[in-house]
């Protein structure tokens, strides 16, 4: 069992940089891989990011590819997305997701969810 909460959301301007933190309780999370995704008003949740769970291999949503990094820090149970050049369209509410095996796009796939965390990006 994995428990995950994420923080780190707030109100920035467009062009701005905020870091989501997700921590994970429980002594497995070192082995599975973590995704973030995220959902605006109105809209389907959509994949951000993932990493494996030794970090070695990310993956990235073209929407956001050269401005987001995510990254995990196994000591601490903690995942993170850095967010930079924000826009407007990025706006949403962000989740963290935790799987057990290889890193992968698809929202079903993962077994944990937490209760996410309002990022909004004023233009």
């Known amino acids: 069992q994995v428990q995950l909460v994420e923080s780190g959301g707030g109100l920035v301007q467009s062009g701005g940089s905020l870091r989501l933190s997700c921590a994970a309780s429980g002594r497995t999370f070192s082995s599975h891989a973590m995704g973030w995704f995220r959902q605006a008003p109105g809209k389907e949740r959509e994949f951000v990011a993932a990493i494996s769970w030794g970090g070695g291999i990310t993956d990235y949503a073209d929407s956001v590819k050269g401005r987001f990094t995510i990254s995990r820090d196994n000591a601490k149970n903690t995942v993170y997305l850095q967010l930079n050049r924000l826009k407007a369209e990025d706006t949403a509410v962000y989740y963290c997701?935790?799987?057990?095996?290889?890193?992968?796009?698809?929202?079903?796939?993962?077994?944990?969810w937490g209760q996410g965390t309002q990022v909004t990006v004023s233009s």
């Open positions: 997701a935790a799987k057990g095996g290889i890193v992968t796009r698809l929202a079903r796939t993962y077994d944990y």
